[in-house]
């Protein structure tokens, strides 16, 4: 399956797959999988439309997502934090030790230094407020 990286009007860049031509088509895949989901379908669909599967971020071939944790956290469970991370091999995951829920409210200053910091190394990402 070809892959393309797409940079949207966001800023924000996904791998996807458009192939063939006439009628598009959009596959969109659930939560932790990817466009490998629809690998058997794509070629069957290209023969009479365009088709178009693309990675959510963090998910497949897209680039990477933060995640944040509280490791009190009791609303969901600090295990799905790891799973996730799993799930979203791409991901990156930092625990507040001294958060729950709301480790952005908990912790601020070190929330804003680490998405600052994620920010960084992402120059030219950013889109107006609408």
């Given at each position: 399956?070809?892959?393309?990286?797409?940079?949207?009007?966001?800023?924000?860049?996904?791998?996807?797959?458009?192939?063939?031509?006439?009628?598009?088509?959009?596959?969109?895949?659930g939560?932790?999988?990817?466009?490998?989901?629809?690998?058997?379908?794509?070629?069957?669909?290209?023969?009479?439309?365009?088709?178009?599967?693309?990675?959510?971020?963090?998910?497949?071939?897209?680039?990477?997502?933060?995640?944040?944790?509280?490791?009190?956290?009791?609303?969901?469970?600090?295990a799905?934090?790891?799973?996730?991370?799993?799930?979203?091999?791409?991901?990156?995951?930092?625990?507040?030790d001294?958060?729950?829920?709301?480790?952005?409210?908990?912790?601020?200053?070190?929330?804003?230094?680490?998405?600052?910091?994620?920010?960084?190394?992402?120059?030219?990402?950013?889109?107006?407020?609408?």
């Amino acid at each position: 399956m070809s892959s393309l990286l797409l940079t949207l009007p966001s800023g924000v860049t996904v791998a996807c797959t458009d192939t063939g031509s006439g009628q598009p088509i959009l596959l969109l895949h659930g939560v932790c999988m990817s466009r490998k989901f629809f690998e058997h379908n794509i070629d069957g669909l290209a023969r009479s439309h365009r088709v178009v599967a693309m990675d959510f971020r963090g998910h497949g071939d897209s680039p990477a997502v933060e995640l944040i944790w509280g490791r009190d956290e009791k609303v969901i469970k600090f295990a799905s934090a790891d799973w996730l991370h799993e799930a979203l091999p791409s991901s990156r995951l930092e625990v507040f030790d001294d958060s729950g829920h709301c480790p952005m409210w908990e912790e601020p200053q070190k929330f804003n230094a680490l998405v600052t910091e994620w920010a960084a190394q992402r120059p030219g990402r950013t889109s107006p407020a609408s």
